[in-house]
């Protein structure tokens, strides 16, 4: 406590006379400088292995998943190549259970799809031979869902500011680009290069017309990101990709100032599944993410494959993981339990956000979410009668038998 004070008014002093010292930040980081007030993007980190939650297989209709889309609270994914539908994906079973038809769109390479307030992007931005010269995105009206026409679809044509030769190998150049992001007024791309195994950031309007793509920076990132995803208004973006050999991993981007996104932390977590092509990630709540591998057929086959992939142990704050292993969960109160529609627990926690998981009796993921006061309530009503497990917390997690009758 005393060392911990010395440092408050070091702090404290250095920062009065005007001087701001830059390093690492984050405490997680194997370089993390107490002393640093602003983070500079240097942090390190050891290398860490997280598999996913679990994984089925998807079925051959989308077998290229490339993308993936959380809108009316479905997950939405579309193929890479020559359709032009969407796919809703069942969360736990990974089976199509709703589609959307962009009946006289051209699929020539769709990569990623993205949506802000107004609109759904589509990125027909797939580049593996490094020599396309039509890069672009349909910029479809969210009214357009029901009614689809033609007429209203937009196109933002882009280049890349610094390609100049257009003669590539396939394969063998930094001018891919199968992931991005969008906000109210620009896009931003994240670029897959095949020859450095690095991304660059590039960024440019998301209004109709022909534009010059920006580099803002540059990460090694040793590897190929394939996938982007932010839920508005969260403070950490999520990347996926693979690597050379197909050992595909997540990226978690967070502390960034604005839109400098690979200006702060840069986390790269190995997914542990050898030889999976790892394409599209997506959350509902920003913690709980779904990712998609597309099928690889090499004298061996990995099938196309939905994952469920916990970011909590890595975003939840430091101070709310001691907190709830110091907690003894003794004001906890479950009811009705049995329960026949609504369960109430209370009396959780005084610490937020509480991350909680609904499994059934084998295990499977159902639901999952954050809640940021005392009282969790949850409707029961679509639920099969049986026996199912409420998972709270991070650290020293409580688990509840609910049966529901």
Sequence with gaps: MKNFLILSVLQTFLLGEGFSQSGCTDPLASNYDPLAVVNDGSCLYPFTNQTPTFSVPIPDTIM???????????????????????YALDSLTGLIIDTLQWTGLVNFDWEEIQ??????????????????????FFRIPKTAVNGFDLSVVDTIAFHYE?????????????????????????????????????????????????HAAIKRAT?????????????????????VGYTELLQPFMVLLYDFQ??????????????????????????????????????????????????HWD????????????????SDWSDLHVFPNPVNEILVVSGLPKWRPLSWRLLNERGA????????????VYSMLQMDKGIYFLELGVSNRKVVKVVHQ
Aim: aromatic letters at 12%; proline letters at 2%.
């Design 64 to 86: 290229e998943s490339s993308g993936l889309l959380w809108y009316n609270q479905r997950y939405w994914s579309q193929n890479d190549d020559t359709d032009p539908n969407w």
């Design 115 to 136: 949506q802000n307030d107004q609109y759904f992007f589509i990125g027909d931005i797939g580049n593996n031979s490094g020599n396309r010269t039509d890069l672009k």
């Design 162 to 210: 610094d390609q100049l030769d257009f003669n590539n190998a396939a394969n063998d150049h930094d001018f891919d680009g199968e992931a991005f992001l969008v906000d109210e007024d620009s896009i931003y791309l994240f670029t897959k290069c095949w020859a450095s195994q690095t991304t660059s950031l590039y960024t440019f309007p998301n209004t109709v017309g022909e």
């Design 219 to 239: 990460w090694d990132v040793q590897g190929m990101i394939t996938g982007a995803h932010r839920l508005s208004g969260d403070d950490h973006i999520a990347l």
């Design 258 to 307: 604005g839109t400098d996104f690979l200006g702060a932390n840069k986390r790269k977590i190995s997914l542990g599944m050898p030889f999976h092509q790892m394409e599209a990630v997506c959350s509902a709540d920003g913690l709980h993410y779904y990712l998609t591998n597309e099928k690889v057929v090499q004298g061996f086959t990995v099938p196309a494959q939905w994952h």
């Design 311 to 326: 970011a909590t142990s890595f975003l939840v704050e430091d101070t709310a993981v001691v907190n709830i292993a110091q």
């Design 365 to 376: 993921l159902l639901d999952s979410g954050l809640v940021w006061n005392d009282t969790l």
